[in-house]
């Protein structure tokens, strides 16, 4: 009887050890997901959230590299880079496109309706850009910006130059500019920053888009998915899901929302986020 439990429990451990192993294969089978970001709001929510997805529910494993966007660029074209979710188009990385669209495969459309622009406290009698060289002592000359490679601060360049803007724009990043009109804010001062939707700093802050007569931040934009070329062919269901991995505002202010409030890392608000909204995740992953 002895010999017969051992022999039963033998051939449980190794079952368990070959299901174990067979699990940890199919894994590792699967492959690696690189997705580059930038450290701008909507990408950090996107980015995260599609890793745990990728995770948790597909089982792939998901390096994220963040970086400005040119190299971001320059990896995906070169093949370095599997993925990138945050591409504005037509313009504010129009120009990227134009370098590097030959060498990327463009997976869709991932949020409708994104702008750019300069964006001041709506408690702010200043409703144009035409209206800051009036105002220059009003903000101190200065326009505050985000990374130096972004798109945006190269139209804002333009619109300097465009609208003969006695300012200096002043190079940082996503969340020192948040962080600065927060200041602002909290003391009721003037400030102009390089600013966006969507992001969470709407639903956070009474702003205003300042209007653009001549047209220089253009009209609307989409946000895009962008792969290197073959990633379709090497990896074809995580491509369908990026295709699926289709935003509504509310959907996205939401995931914004939480990111931001959340206290811990990015990732883990995520994952808190996909499991709260199973049928939203879902439904993006049922889609065909």
Known sequence: MKRFIS???????????????????????????????????????????????????????????????????????????DVFLDTWLPVTHGDYMIEYGDDLDDLGVTYENARIGLIVPSYLEIDSIEELNANIEMFNGKIIGIDSGAGIMTTTEKAITEYDLDYELVNGSGPAMTAALKKAIDNNEAIAVTGWTPHWMFSRWDLKVLEDPKGIYGEAESIHTYSRKGFAEDMPEVAEFFTNFVFTDAILSDLMGAIEDGEGDPIDSAREWMNANEDIVNNWLSLK
Do not use: H, Q, R
């Open 7 to 81: 022999l039963v429990i033998g051939i449980v451990m190794l079952t368990s050890v070959m299901v174990g192993c067979s699990t940890k294969k199919d894994e590792e089978e699967k492959g690696t997901v690189n997705i580059g970001y930038v450290n701008w709001a909507e990408g950090i929510a996107m980015t995260n959230l599609a890793a745990v997805i990728l995770e948790d529910k597909m089982g792939y494993e998901v390096e994220m590299t963040l970086a400005d966007v040119a190299p971001i660029f320059t990896s995906l074209a070169s093949g370095n880079t």
